[in-house]
C-alpha cells in the first residue's frame, strides 16, 4: 500500500533530478568540449597533417611522427628534459620532505604563518622568480660579482647561467612550495606519537625517515609527483630564460617548432607524443599513491 | 637503599636529561638553520631584485651604486609596461567570475548528484588539470587558427577559463564533500526551490572556498604566461612583456622596480585576504578557511 503512494512522488523526484543535474553541469562540461577537448583533437589532427612553407600540405599518415622519431635532435632534447626534470624531482623531495615534517610536527607557533610563506612563494608572479635568479646566477651576476668583491675568484663562473644545473636550480625552487604542500597534509593526518615512539626507541634519523616518515608521507608524494613532475617536464619558461643552448627542453623544442619554424605538423605530433606521456604518467602515479594509501591505511591500522 | 646509591641514581637522571635537552636543542638549530636556508632559497633572490630596483645603475651587479627611483618613475611613461598591466588585470577581471561560476556549478553537479554520467563528466573537468599547460596553449593556438579565429586577449581569457575553473571545482568540492546534503535535502522537503537552495543554503556553506577560489583564481590569472604566450595577438600582457623584454636586452632596471610594484601588490593582497579570513574565523567560529587558503 504504502509503496504504491511512494512511487509517485519518488518518479518526480528523480524526473526534478535530472533537470538540475542538467542545470549545474551543461555549461562547465561545453565549455571544456569546445575549448579543451577541440584544441586536443585539432593538436591530433595536425600531426597528421603536413605543412611546408607552402602552407598546408595535406592527409601525410604517420610521416610527422616517423620525423620526430628519427629525429636524433628529439633524443638529445627528450634526454636532457628527463635528467633535469629528474633530478629537480630528487632535489626537490630531499628538501620537501624534511620541510613537510618540521612543518608537521616540529613548529607548533608559527605553523599557519610558514606556510602562508610557503603559498605566498608560489603565488608570486613565476617570471619575476625566474628572472630574480637570473640576477643572482648571471656571469656578471650578484653570485659571481659578490666572489669577486671578495677577491675569492678572479673570472667570473661562467657555467652558473644558461646550463642544465641553472635549470635544475631554479625549477627546485620554483615548483618546492608546490611538492611541499601535499606530503605535509600526508603528513598532518599522522599520529605523532609514532614518531616520537621511533625516537624513544633510539631510531637514527636516516632510519626514521627510511621506516616511517617516507611510508606514511607516500600518498602525499605520489601527489607531488602528479603535480609537479609533468609541469617539470613541459617546462618552458624557465629553460627559455637561464637554460641557454644546453639547458633546452622539450618545451622549448616544440616552442621552436610551432612559432618559429611553423612546422605545425612535427610540432603538433611532439606534443600529442607529450600529452600521452603526461596521461599515462599521471595514471601510473594515481594507481600506486592508491596502493601507497592503503597500505599505510593497512599498517598504521594493525 | 643508601643514600650514596640514591645520589648516583639522580645524577644519572639528570645526565640523561641534560643529554636530552642538550639534543633537543641541536635539533631547535639545525631545524632552525634548515628554514632559514629555505626562506632563502624562497625568497632571497626576491629581495635582491627589490634592492636592485634602487640601486642607480643600469648594470645589474655588486657594489651597488646608490639609490634612486628613477626606474619606478619610468615604469609609469613606459606605455608598453602601461598597455601589458592593463591587459592582465583586465582579462583577470573577467576570467575570475567566469571560472567561480563555472567551477561551482561543476562541484556542485560533481558532487551533489549521484548519475551514470557522474565518472565521465569528472574525469572531463579533472582533465585539464592534468594535461600540461603547454599543450593547452599549443592546442589553443592550432584550434582557433583552424577557425580562422583571430587571436586577441579574448583567446587569452577563454584558454584561462578552460585551464583554471577546473581548479576551483577542486577548492570548491573538497569543502562541499565535508557537509552531507541533508540540510539541502531538508529545504527541498520544506518545499525551497532550486535556486533557493543555492542561495540559502549552498552558497554560505562554500563562502570560504569561493574566497579563496576567487583570490586563487586572479592570481593564477594574472601570473599565467605559458596559455597566454602561445595564444596571444599583438597585445600582450605583463607576463609576456617580461618575457620579451628580458629575450632582447640582458637586465633591464626597469623589469626590476615593476617586478617589485607587481610582487608588492600581491604579497599586500593575500596578506589581507589572510587577515580578512582570520577575522571570519573570529565571528562565525568556522576555521575552515585557513586548509583553504593553504591547498
Known sequence: ?302 | MTAEAVDVERIADRRVLVSARRREIAGTIVRGAFLVFIGAVLYGPLLILVIFSFNDSIIIALPLEGFTTKWYQQVFSDPLVVEALKNSIIIALVVTPVCIVLGTLAAVGISRFRYILRAPVAGLVGAPLVVPWLLIGVGGLLFFSRLHVPLSLNTIGVMQVVSIFPLVTAIVAARLVRFDTSLEEAARDLGATQWEVLRYIVLPLIAPALAASAIFAFSWSFNNFTISYFTAGFQSTFPIWVFSTLNHAKNVPIVNAISTLVAAVQVVILYAAWRLSRHWQARTGDNALTPEMVI
Open chain 1, 1 to 302: 500500500m504504502h509503496e504504491v503512494l511512494d512511487q509517485e512522488p519518488q518518479v518526480r523526484r528523480r524526473s526534478h533530478q535530472r533537470g538540475r543535474i542538467v542545470a549545474y553541469v551543461t555549461s562547465p562540461v561545453v565549455v571544456l568540449l569546445v575549448f579543451f577537448i577541440g584544441p586536443m583533437a585539432v593538436l591530433g589532427y595536425m600531426s597528421f597533417l603536413k605543412f611546408g612553407i607552402a602552407g598546408v600540405g595535406g592527409y601525410t599518415g604517420f610521416e610527422n611522427y616517423h620525423d620526430v622519431l628519427t629525429d636524433t635532435t628529439f633524443w638529445q632534447v627528450l634526454w636532457t628534459t628527463f635528467t633535469i626534470a629528474t633530478v629537480a624531482m630528487i632535489v626537490m623531495l630531499v628538501f620537501a620532505l624534511p620541510l613537510a615534517s618540521v612543518l608537521a610536527f616540529k613548529i607548533k607557533r608559527f605553523e599557519i604563518q610558514l606556510l602562508l610563506l610557503l603559498v605566498l612563494a608560489d603565488q608570486l608572479n613565476p617570471l619575476i622568480r625566474v628572472y630574480a635568479w637570473r640576477i643572482l646566477l648571471g656571469k656578471n651576476g650578484i653570485i659571481n660579482s659578490a666572489l669577486e668583491f671578495l677577491g675569492l675568484i678572479n673570472q667570473p663562473i661562467a657555467s652558473l647561467l644558461f646550463s642544465k644545473t641553472a635549470v635544475v636550480i631554479v625549477t627546485s625552487a620554483e615548483y618546492l612550495a608546490i611538492a611541499t604542500i601535499p606530503i605535509y597534509a600526508a603528513l598532518k593526518a599522522v599520529d605523532p606519537s609514532m614518531l616520537e615512539a621511533a625516537n624513544d626507541l633510539g631510531a637514527g634519523m636516516f632510519t626514521r625517515y627510511r621506516k616511517i616518515l617516507i611510508p606514511l608521507a607516500a600518498p602525499g608524494i605520489f601527489v607531488a609527483l602528479i603535480l609537479v613532475y609533468i609541469p617539470l617536464f613541459t617546462e618552458f619558461l624557465t629553460p627559455a630564460l637561464v637554460g641557454g643552448t644546453s639547458g633546452f627542453m622539450i618545451g622549448n623544442y616544440i616552442e621552436q617548432q610551432i612559432l618559429k619554424t611553423g612546422n605545425w605538423g612535427v610540432g603538433s605530433a611532439m606534443s600529442f607524443l607529450l600529452l600521452i606521456f603526461s596521461v599515462v604518467f599521471v595514471g601510473i602515479m594515481y594507481r600506486l599513491g592508491r596502493i601507497g594509501r592503503l597500505q599505510t591505511a593497512t599498517t598504521t591500522s594493525t
